[in-house]
């Protein structure tokens, strides 16, 4: 202690036999409490020899010590050392939980008739007097069928009346075959003992026989090791048995477990919303470009700039309906062409009116731009050359004009020019930009000469044969325009242009994964800042139940079961959390998606990968205040206050 030197036993010199009752007194600091902490394996000699059944135990690992405990000796401890959230049953089979006896709960049971309470089993300490908690620790001391019990003034807190039965209990033990060694400060108990040891200032003083030796019994029933032929570590079995005394015991914590898991749970819900939102942006992005056209190409006239002022291209570089066939013609792998023009229209139709945008095509914009209509038809080049007065309208433009009738064959007004409708076009929904179902489209030259008065066309949509072939065609396509419409070299950069859909797509795409990876990085770190709360809660909760992890390594837990234990807790908390996250997430997304309209998607990869991360954590954060626990030394711990 500091600089000087405890001498807690100097040169005991000792042997105890088989079936004996041997009482050890002295006045406090004789050492008679540290030599029971050394024959019972809490604590280790720092010099001499120690053997067990002839076999030397002074230099065993923390780990064999609580192997040989739970198999050869049971405890009966002076303050009881029952777990206050445990059954007087549940805690007489504590022991089974590391020795893996085939007993159960039917021996712990009939141990508890023995010790007269049988009708208490279901009782926990807090509702038992003192001398019933006492029997208590007997019942579980025997529980493993021991060879020696150790008692460490079992009678110290006890009244006279409780004295009595719970010496006549550990005399009753000794006459069935017991080795019992009880550690005392009182004469009338020492008194009752077969041989009596005093002890002071470290030595043995006297060794004294009360009473002859018993003869050896061959045939005791409790004195005896059972092997279970089972014995063998049992992961699954011993995973559940952990994580059922880990729910158990925050369960008896519920507002500080609730706590705890409420980083987790916040951050395995912000995760999962922001997967969801990220991955239905996406979707609906990868919808709305696809409903574009597949290895879509849009040419249009770019900007000249004149004394370094942008201006519209003149009309040498306006672009033609004859630039599109032009084009088809040149080029092999330009599957489809379409010249468009557009502007903005009121359509009416008897007493409705509805202002919409108005485009015009040629009969390939269907099969580009996957248009073809689900009801009525899309017109053909004929029509187109014809200048027929017909349309194909969105499903929006219906809903505003028709309502419930059938457009199909009626005749409406686009800027006070009749047309008939020929065909409905296919629901394609609303993008942040506009409504893709809020349009009108006709024939290209009918667009041009009969409704919006222009002799060029603004843009030529090109379906491209292979998406491999897309940047050469670019190239080529540009070139192609430059030498046709006689560009000067100093304005051919940006005279056209050329809008690559497919391109668009991946930058859109790619954006969208960034964002979802940035949004799912800062739920991230409310996990972790939620795993830093439950590492903390659960240093908390070592400190708190010191007591209790000193005995259980005094009934033989070794330091992987305490860290087992630990970590099983530390799991629950953040499994149950992230539980608890999935469902709040999904609620998340069901309400924006309820409320505020955004498209969500919830994947069960990311649901997944959120109950996984989150029990991650568990284990991640709770690995060092586990490991802390399995390092305490058992006799400082049953000694914590």
């Known amino acids: 202690m500091g600089d000087t030197i405890v001498y807690a036993l100097r040169d005991v010199s000792l042997t105890i036999e088989d079936g004996d009752y041997v009482a050890i007194m002295g006045p406090s600091g004789s050492g008679k409490s540290t030599l029971m902490h050394i024959l019972g394996l809490l604590d280790v000699p720092s010099e001499g020899s120690y053997k067990i059944n002839e076999r030397e135990v002074s230099h065993l690992s923390e780990d064999d010590l609580a192997i040989l405990r739970r198999e050869t000796i049971g405890f009966i401890f002076q303050q009881f050392n029952l777990l206050p959230r445990m059954s007087a049953l549940e805690n007489v089979t504590l022991p089974l939980l590391y020795s893996r006896l085939p007993e159960g709960t039917s021996y712990g049971t009939n141990l508890l008739d023995r010790t007269g309470l049988g009708t208490r089993i279901f009782h926990k300490p807090n509702e038992l007097s003192g001398g019933q908690q006492q029997r208590v620790a007997i019942a579980r001391s025997l529980i493993n069928r021991p060879q020696i019990i150790f008692a460490d003034e079992p009678t110290g807190n006890l009244d006279s009346v409780s004295e009595k039965e719970i010496l006549a209990i550990l005399k009753e033990l000794n006459e069935q075959g017991i080795t019992v060694v009880i550690v005392t400060h009182e004469e009338e108990v020492g008194q009752q003992a077969k041989r009596l040891i005093r002890m002071r200032d470290g030595s043995v003083l006297s060794d004294e026989r009360m009473a002859p030796l018993p003869e050896k019994n061959n045939n005791k029933e409790l004195n005896k090791t059972i092997k279970d032929p089972h014995k063998k570590l049992n992961i699954l079995f011993e995973a559940i048995e952990y994580l059922k005394l880990g729910f158990k015991t925050l369960a008896a914590n519920k507002v500080r477990t609730g706590l705890s898991m409420l980083g987790i749970l916040i951050g395995v ?8 939102i990220g991955r239905g942006a996406q979707k ?23 004394g370094g002022v942008s201006q519209e291209s003149g009309t040498t570089t306006r672009l033609s309906i004859e630039d599109s066939q032009y084009i088809k013609d040149q080029l092999d792998f330009v599957k489809y062409v379409s010249s468009n023009v557009s502007g903005r229209g009121q359509v009416a139709f008897q ?15 269907a099969l580009i731009h996957s248009a073809s209509p689900e009801i009525g038809r899309f017109y053909t080049e004929i029509d187109n050359q014809k200048r027929a007065r017909v349309a194909v309208i969105g499903m929006t433009v219906v809903r505003e004009v028709f309502g419930k009738k059938s457009p199909i064959g009626e005749m409406i007004k686009i800027n006070r020019v009749n047309f008939q409708v020929i065909g409905i076009l296919p629901e394609k929904g609303a993008n942040g ?5 809020d349009v009108v489209v006709i024939p290209v030259l009918t667009a041009m000469h009969r409704l919006l008065g222009k002799d060029y066309v603004d843009s030529i949509d090109l379906e491209i044969t292979a998406p491999d072939k897309m940047e050469l065609a670019e190239d080529k396509i540009i070139e192609m325009m430059n030498t046709r419409h006689r560009v000067p070299l100093a304005l051919k950069k940006g005279t056209f242009e050329i809008r690559n859909m497919a391109d668009i797509q991946a930058a859109v795409q790619q954006s969208s994964q960034t964002m979802s990876l940035l949004l799912s990085s800062i739920a991230a770190i409310s996990l972790i800042v939620g795993g830093i709360g439950i590492m903390n ?14 005995l259980r390594k005094a009934i033989g837990a070794r330091r992987w079961d305490i860290l087992a234990q630990f970590l099983a807790e530390s799991v629950v908390v953040s499994a149950v959390g992230g539980v608890i996250g999935i469902i709040l997430g999904w609620l998340i997304t069901v309400g924006i998606n309820y409320f505020s309209g955004w498209s969500t998607s919830i994947s069960p990869s990311s649901v997944i990968l959120s109950f996984f991360f989150s029990a991650s954590i568990g284990v991640i954060f709770g690995i060092y205040p586990a490991r802390k626990a399995s390092l305490l030394n058992p006799i400082d711990a049953l000694r914590h206050e």
């Not at 007493?351 to 914009?365: D, H, M, P, V």
């Not at 930009?433 to 179902?437: G, K």
């Open 351 to 365: 007493n409705k009116n509805w202002s919409t945008q108005i485009l015009g095509g040629s009969a390939s914009y």
């Open 269 to 276: 819900a912000a995760v999962i919303a922001m997967l969801a």
């Open 284 to 306: 609906a992005i990868e919808t709305q470009l696809s409903s574009l056209g597949s290895n879509l190409l849009v040419l249009r006239p770019g900007a000249v700039r004149v």
């Open 537 to 550: 809660i659960m240093l908390v909760s070592v400190t708190e139940r010191t007591r209790e992890i000193g």
């Open 433 to 437: 930009f506009r409504d893709q179902d």
